[in-house]
């Protein structure tokens, strides 16, 4: 069974829905086995995609092919990511998290509690 990659990245769960599918293949963010792929190409089991969207850079193996959208844990059968690609999402995600703590630092002049406790640190 073959079946367009928009459909398939829909039916596996990447997109919400198909349209952004072909909004992103557009854009250049799929690969089809180190090719831009087109929302109209056709995907088989055995091809190796590279899929850019908000929950990051997947590496995936197509698994099987799907028309149709079904429950999360059936999309999941549909590919396997690779370890290489699963290391370094996560990766990233600790980066985002590191810089989220570091984001909640104030722009502009100390606050009363600020110089106090910069006092503190100083031992003053």
Not at 27 to 52: H, M, P
Not at 102 to 120: A, L, Q, T, V, W
Request: glycine share 8%; proline share 2%.
């Amino acid at each position: 069974m073959v079946v367009r990659i928009d459909k398939w990245l829909w039916a596996a769960r990447f997109f919400k829905t198909r349209a952004l599918a072909a909004r992103a293949c557009e854009l250049g963010r799929i690969e089809s086995n180190g090719q831009q792929a087109k929302a109209a190409r056709e995907v088989r089991a055995g091809d190796l995609l590279r899929v850019k969207n908000d929950g990051g850079e997947f590496h995936v193996e197509v698994l099987g092919v799907s028309e149709m959208r079904g429950p999360a844990a059936v999309a999941q059968t549909l590919y396997r990511e690779t370890e290489e690609s699963k290391a370094a999402r996560a990766k990233a995600a600790e980066e985002r998290k590191a810089q989220m703590q570091f984001g909640d630092m104030r722009e502009g002049k100390p606050s009363k509690r600020d110089r106090r406790e910069i006092g503190r640190l100083r031992g003053r």
